[in-house]
């Protein structure tokens, strides 16, 4: 369910409005066509080119401010629907046909041979409807070591041969070695890795960046994708440390990418959610038809709970680049989050439709399927998740939520045991730290103090330093009474994010609520609960997609303690009616305690028993030892 980022490195949607570019024999490229880039035919007998010189060409090309190049994505989809695998090599045989079904006018397409220890490389443009060649550039490599500087003089005379202005060529024009990187082994792992994200998912492209990275530690592109592909993991210190490298290297980045390279280090770097949103507004405002700008600001909206501008951004990415697993993902969880169920399931069934596949729609799925009271369906997407790495672990999480939604703590200890190890065996610590302090959080709020306390032992231990497992461990510490570790943990966890919004005008007031309210000042908690009012329905918890409210249920806690039955039902009320956003999360079982808990400090006495005996109805099956279930038992008995 969690939204997802892709970095925009590549995939060109660029083109100044009204521009026009001259080609030989009169032809003209408008704001209307696009280029699809072909196959790179490799004659040298070395396989290094094979991969290596049609990324390179793209993120060359990709410093342009004008071109219009289709996304990878889209032509793979265009091959899709011409029934051949999205790996078939893009040719003159079959480029006229593509590009009649991508919409696309222009044809380029590259080659490199070889003449004793010297290297002869040539790009061409053709058009897409007569296969007539438009323009071709030749360039000369005396050594292997050369080829990638050759390339990057043929795709800049390229651009000069289209028309394009030479005061832009000036501005936007940094060295393909430094652009990218002069190794081809690097540049070939960074491909592998791209395309391994495209069609397997984020997981298996880790080993592909990371060797890129191993091969040139100066490259700037690869640390970002593997930032993003981390992020798209939950691993979020992972890609905090990998986009700060990525933006160190600031040489070693085009005008474009560096613009990308620093919203991505305000999102995942800083967490200045502001600064990051402001950033992507820049980037959508200078590339009004970059499908990426719009889908990573749409992942910013799920941050701060606002849920309807998150569907609108992922609609525009949707509406630009239709082959994006990531933009139908996003769609369908805000959809989900506003309670649009229907229209979230014709999301997610459009992305199948597409041949599309990510275990973050099926955690969608497993959403949709627990608010519409479908076990049969929760039950079909766990079975698909087994031995899925990144899905697993995930829908382990899920089911064990689900499970301490109706009490059964039991259950729901063994799931997110098993939820753990899943994610351990998958090398994702973070999210496995994650699942560990949420089900310790569920013990905390249930009375099971040492439990709690035990499970932040181990999270702690599982990714010590993790933000969102040592945030947790400060609101379960909290909660558990232990306010000395708690405060100094809390110290900590706020000097080390002193920029990050999510901690400074979330967390912190939260948890420090919290410890009011065990101190039994709950007028000291509700007045630190004022400043996280702007963030209470977003998502607090790395890029999890579901958000507890957890600052409403505890502000329901303190007017409850202040004795104002009314304004504590108002906060608890807010849980029931947000269900596409609280989803299966313990909190939204407790607001119908907390709702009849309410009523009856207001006098309501009928309506406070027909709020317990709900309470009662949805935990008939959980565990008799729970100790809030006891409390709620006590309670009920005293009303008269």
């Known amino acids: ?232 993991l939950n691993q979020n210190v992972l890609a905090a440390d990998h986009i700060r490298q990525a933006f160190e290297l600031a040489d070693r980045q085009t005008v474009r990418d560096r613009l990308h390279i620093t919203t991505l280090y305000y999102d995942l770097g800083t967490g200045d959610v502001q600064k990051a949103i402001a950033s992507y507004k820049q980037w959508v405002q200078l590339y009004p038809r970059d499908d990426i700008a719009r889908g990573n600001l749409s992942s910013e909206y799920f941050l701060i709970g606002n849920y309807q501008q998150a569907a609108s951004f992922a609609q525009e990415a949707l509406r630009l680049e239709p082959g994006s697993a990531a933009w139908y993902e996003n769609l369908a969880t805000a959809y989900i989050a506003l309670q649009r169920l229907e229209e979230a399931h014709e999301v997610l069934n459009q992305a199948f439709t597409r041949k599309l596949d990510d275990p973050a729609m099926h955690s969608d799925l497993y959403a949709l399927a627990f608010l519409h009271g479908d076990v049969a369906a929760m039950k079909h997407e766990m079975e698909w998740s087994v031995g899925k790495a990144g899905g697993e672990d995930a829908l382990l999480a899920l089911q064990a939520d689900t499970e301490a939604y109706a009490g059964r703590v039991q259950k729901a200890r063994e799931l997110s045991r098993r939820a753990v190890v899943a994610a351990q065996g998958a090398q994702l610590s973070e999210p496995a730290a994650i699942w560990q302090g949420m089900a310790a959080l569920r013990e905390a709020m249930y009375g099971n103090m040492q439990e709690a306390r035990a499970g932040v032992d181990k999270m702690l231990e599982i990714a010590p330093k993790s933000r969102d497992a040592q945030t947790l461990a400060c609101l379960v510490l909290a909660r558990a009474g232990d306010q000395r570790r708690s405060r100094t943990m809390l110290d900590d966890l706020a000097a080390a994010n002193i920029s990050n919004t999510i901690v400074q005008s979330a967390w912190l007031p939260t948890i420090r609520a919290q410890a009011s309210l065990i101190n039994q000042k709950p007028a000291q908690a509700l007045d630190s609960l004022q400043e996280a009012k702007a963030y209470e329905r977003g998502q607090l918890i790395g890029n999890l997609s579901y958000s507890c409210m957890i600052p409403v249920y505890l502000r329901g806690e303190a007017y409850l303690g202040t004795k104002q039955g009314p304004q504590a039902l108002a906060e608890f009320q807010k849980l029931l009616n947000s269900r596409g956003i609280v989803g299966n999360c313990w909190s939204g079982a407790l607001a119908q305690l907390g709702r009849a808990r309410a009523q009856a400090l207001s006098g309501s006495t009928n309506a406070a028993r027909n709020s317990y005996q709900r309470f009662f109805d949805l935990w008939k099956s959980a565990d008799a030892d729970v100790p809030i279930l006891k409390s709620a038992r006590a309670e009920f008995a005293k009303l008269k």
């Open 1 to 232: 369910m969690r939204p997802k980022l892709i970095l925009a490195g590549l995939s060109i949607f660029l083109l100044v409005g009204g521009a026009i570019w001259h080609f030989r024999g009169g032809a003209k490229l408008t704001e209307t066509d696009s280029i699809v880039l072909g196959d790179f035919a490799n004659s040298t007998g070395d396989p290094v080119f094979d991969g290596s010189l049609p990324e390179a060409l793209a993120i060359s090309l990709a410093q342009s401010p004008l071109l219009n190049l289709v996304s990878e994505e889209k032509v793979a989809e265009g091959l899709r629907s011409q029934s051949l695998p999205a790996n078939t090599r893009i040719t003159l045989n079959i480029a006229p046909k593509l590009c009649r079904s991508l919409g696309a006018t222009i044809f380029l397409t590259g080659s490199i041979s070889k003449d004793g220890g010297d290297y002869l490389l040539k790009l061409s443009a053709f058009q897409c409807a007569t296969s007539k060649e438009l323009a071709s550039v030749k360039r000369g490599a005396g050594s292997k070591n050369e080829v990638v500087h050759a390339l990057g003089g043929a795709a800049t005379h390229l651009r000069s041969e289209f028309g394009e202005d030479p005061t832009s060529l000036k501005n936007f024009d940094l060295h393909l070695e430094r652009a990218a990187s002069p190794s081809l082994d690097a540049l070939k792992s960074f491909a592998e890795g791209r395309r391994l994200t495209r069609e397997q998912g984020s997981i298996e492209a880790v080993p592909a960046l990371k060797r890129a990275l191993e091969l040139d530690p100066r490259f700037a592109l690869a640390y970002s994708n593997l930032a993003v592909t981390y992020y798209n």
